[in-house]
């Protein structure tokens, strides 16, 4: 898919380097993924690039990296039909609208890999843009787990379960 200025495309492993640079920074802050900031990188790559049943990245026209997104089943059985997203903007892409076309862009995809719905298990209240960014393109707010998150600067913060049907 081409905006103006960047393409969303599925990502091959050769694409790792690059969305590796962009997870890398983001993951050892601990400021909005529940995961470990001392992940190892090919712990990363299991969890972006092989565990997902498609990820995506986004770039430039001159081929920089402007950010990524996984998508994969949120549950299994008789639920597998909700999918989840992880997604990561690089700082430089910031202001772009480059959140707002992966989101959009991965709904697409989600439905095309046959999901119907889509839930964000942990929205940190205190990352206000991407709970802003969720509402703004029809995502509700479902649930809210209060100190569900213990973050370096801010101490526990609550975080929001957002859904939003395809």
């Not at 690059?18 to 997870?23: D, E, F, Q, T």
């Not at 090919?42 to 990820?55: G, K, S």
């Amino acid at each position: 898919m081409t905006r103006t200025g960047f393409a969303i495309r599925l990502a091959t492993q050769a694409d790792w380097p690059a969305i590796w640079s962009m997870l890398n920074p983001v993951f050892r802050a601990g400021e909005t993924y529940a995961i470990d900031p001392n992940i190892t990188e090919d712990a990363a790559r299991a969890l972006w690039m092989d565990a997902p049943a498609a990820t995506y990245i986004a770039q430039d026209d001159d081929g920089m990296p402007l950010g990524t997104y996984y998508i994969k089943a949120n549950f299994a059985g008789a639920a597998d039909h909700i999918c989840n997203c992880g997604y990561i903007t690089a700082p430089k892409a910031a202001g772009r609208g480059v959140a707002t076309a992966m989101c959009s862009h991965s709904q697409d995809a989600a439905r095309d890999l046959g999901f119907r719905a889509m839930q964000f298990n942990l929205v940190l209240a205190s990352n206000t843009r991407a709970v802003a960014l969720w509402h703004r393109l029809g995502y509700e707010t479902v649930g809210q787990l209060p100190d569900a998150f213990r973050h370096p600067h801010l101490g526990l913060v609550d975080a929001h379960i957002m859904w939003k049907s395809l």
